[in-house]
């Protein structure tokens, strides 16, 4: 008996094709599988059951009428609950928009249903993408498959235990400051944040709209690449003004040798405070698997990194701040009852709608776009970024991709770290791939010496070279031996094609 | 200089979120913590650095062609409005006198 657990994306939508089981079958044996493994993982927030037979009905309908199925024919994704999508909630986990129903569908989201891929719902998420545990959902946290006491990471914890619990084959997630990268170390699984600009935005609710990005999460860097493909298909979208015609087939160059190419290494981040030594020695680790494959290891310097975090929190909240005025309760969203004026309905729904962190952000955003305080944060980390941005630059004209920890820690136990500011510095090695626009991605390369736990290594590349990052992160994963696990907890529990 | 609760209390106000005053001690602790957490980047002689504001530099206006497209119906518009009355938003006075005044 077959079981979604060992089948790649590809590999389903060419069973599809070929008849050995039909659409409809995967996604009963999808559905199959959250029933029996959402209880402990609390990935989702809707599954939305019906529009995944809808979908693998028209997927089937196709083969019968004798139509080339798209590449993602049949394939299991579910998204991020940020992300519109006809037919189903989006509440970004928040009370704030736990009734609003999407009145269209995001782009992100439509290019892989145009893939042939089956929507099985929607997962959970830090409230509007605030966090780094997927525990600010408004609605339960989510669980890492690799041990359910501890977080999934976030804000895209969702997707990454839905993937890594083997529920789905592919989902979205949005990564910010790391919220693709971060939970895809945590739970063992593949996630990319692609160079700003790559994939719409467009039906994404905005958190920080100049670091914003929508990305894949799969068990295998050839379903990521694959994704990648979708989502970028089409090109340029003219609902989104920020997006680029990055088009191009992500599995041609995958296979490459990498011999000859040069990745670096930053030395004084491997020495960072907080950075666990299980996860130093992983990364080490990678570099000589990296090195073992034909790559020169060149050390290179991100000096201005070290304010990245800085810079970050002065931009993402204002960015935030700015984003969500709009949720005063008028036209969608929670609104307070028996308000006598509207500002006073406008406080009182965004003081109950909002949780505790959504709105710190929102007010460190407020503050910081104050009069007098703009110039001196606002203006000086916008120029920091400049800095940052150049230091990437230099970087990237020694190196093709810079390797280091996506985390600086495995998975912690909910409630470890209850101080918001203690939570942000655990950003320090995502963040600053984001105000710089470049891509990423974090590829699954052991599990720990001490705890037993996934770890991720993350690639940084330049922006816009997407596919050739996936090209190193498949010559890491050839050398790990991590792709296509199932968190052992939950494989064979449900999911089987009958 | 640390933000007091009143310096709080006049940012929650221009925010339009009302705070309890539980929330406002906490909010204060987390604004100045949270501030200390930006200093690194108070250091920089910033003086000849231009700002980059989006990672895409050469961002240009776009518009599609001046014909109508379908757009949300009334009702699609008004569906996730917790207060409508026949083809609007439904809010209560917005002049806390009453516009007396």
New interface residues.
């Given amino acids: 008996m077959t079981s979604l657990d060992t089948l790649t994306a590809r590999q389903i939508a060419a069973g599809i094709a070929a008849g050995d089981f039909t659409a409809t079958e995967v996604a009963h044996a999808a559905l199959d599988a959250i029933s029996a493994r959402d209880a402990s993982t609390q990935a989702f927030l809707q599954v939305s059951e019906n529009l995944a037979l809808e979908a693998a009905a028209k997927t089937d309908a196709a083969r019968a009428a004798g139509e080339s199925l798209p590449p993602l024919a049949g394939v299991p994704v579910a998204f991020k609950d940020n992300m519109n999508l006809l037919g189903t909630r989006t509440t970004c986990a928040s009370r704030m928009l736990e009734?609003?129903?999407s009145?269209?569908t995001a782009t992100c989201v439509q290019r892989m249903l145009d893939a042939g891929a089956t929507p099985l719902g929607k997962l959970n998420m830090d409230e509007f993408a605030f966090g780094s545990t997927t525990d600010s959902s408004a609605f339960h946290p989510t669980n890492n498959p690799w041990d359910i006491t501890r977080v999934p990471g976030g804000s895209s914890g969702g997707s990454a235990a839905a993937v890594a619990s083997g529920q789905v084959t592919l989902a979205l997630g949005s990564d910010t400051g790391g919220s693709i990268r971060q939970p895809a170390s945590l739970c063992g699984v593949v996630g990319m944040k692609p160079s700003?600009?790559a994939v719409s935005r467009y039906g994404v609710v905005a958190f920080g709209s100049?670091l914003d990005q929508a990305g894949p999460l799969g068990r295998s860097v050839e379903d990521v690449a694959l994704a990648m493909n979708a989502l970028t298909a089409g090109g340029r979208d003219?609902l989104d003004?920020?997006s680029?015609n990055c088009a191009q087939d992500h599995l041609a160059h995958l296979e490459d040798p990498i011999e000859g190419r040069a990745v670096g290494i930053i030395p004084a981040l491997l020495e960072a405070e907080g950075l666990a030594s299980e996860v130093r020695t992983a990364i080490l680790d990678a570099a000589d698997k990296l090195a073992s494959a034909g790559a020169h290891i060149v050390e290179v310097d991100l000096p201005n990194m070290?304010?990245s975090?800085?810079?970050y929190?002065?931009l993402a909240p204002c960015e935030a701040?700015s984003n969500l005025?709009r949720f005063?309760?008028?036209?969608?969203?929670?609104?307070e009852p028996r308000?006598?004026?509207?500002?006073?309905?406008?406080?009182?729904s965004?003081?109950h709608g909002?949780g505790p962190e959504a709105?710190?952000r929102?007010?460190?955003g407020?503050?910081l776009l104050?009069s007098g305080v703009y110039e001196?944060?606002y203006?000086?980390?916008?120029?920091?970024?400049?800095?940052i941005?150049a230091d990437y630059q230099r970087a990237f004209a020694q190196v093709d991709a810079i390797l280091m920890p996506a985390s600086p820690t495995v998975a912690w136990e909910h409630g470890a770290i209850s101080?918001?500011?203690a939570l942000?510095?655990a950003d320090v090695f995502t963040i600053s791939n984001n105000?710089?626009?470049n891509c990423g991605i974090s590829v699954p390369v052991c599990l720990g010496a001490d705890s037993g736990l996934p770890i991720g290594a993350q690639l940084q590349g330049p922006?816009f070279a997407d596919a050739q990052l996936l090209t190193f992160a498949r010559a890491l994963e050839r050398a790990c031996h991590m792709e296509g696990i199932v968190a052992p907890a939950f494989a064979g529990k449900g999911g089987e094609l009958a | 200089m640390a933000?007091t609760k009143d310096d709080?209390a006049g940012?929650?106000?221009?925010?339009?979120?009302?705070?309890t005053e539980a929330?406002l001690s906490d909010?204060t602790t987390?604004?100045n913590?949270?501030?200390?957490?930006?200093?690194?980047?108070?250091g920089?002689d910033?003086d000849d650095?231009?700002?980059?504001?989006?990672?895409?530099g050469e961002?240009a206006?776009?518009a599609?062609d001046d014909v109508p497209v379908a757009g949300?119906t009334l009702g699609?518009?008004l569906?996730?409005?917790?207060?409508w009355r026949e083809r609007s938003?439904l809010?209560?006075?917005?002049?806390?006198d009453g516009g007396a005044a």
């Fill in positions: 009734t609003y129903e009145a269209y700003y600009g100049s003219r003004a920020t680029q070290a304010s975090i800085a810079a929190y002065v701040f005025a005063d309760g008028v036209r969608y969203g929670y609104q308000c006598t004026t509207l500002a006073e309905q406008s406080s009182l965004r003081a909002f709105k710190r929102q007010m460190l407020a503050y104050s001196k944060y203006l000086a980390a916008q120029k920091v970024r400049t800095l941005t101080d918001p500011a942000y510095l105000i710089a626009g922006a | 933000l709080v940012i929650a106000e221009y925010a339009r979120i009302a705070l929330e909010m987390y604004m913590d949270a501030i200390d957490l930006l200093e690194p980047i108070l920089y910033l650095v231009e700002p980059t504001f989006h990672p895409i961002l206006n776009v599609r949300l699609e518009a569906a996730n409005a917790a207060s938003f809010v209560p006075q917005i002049l806390a």
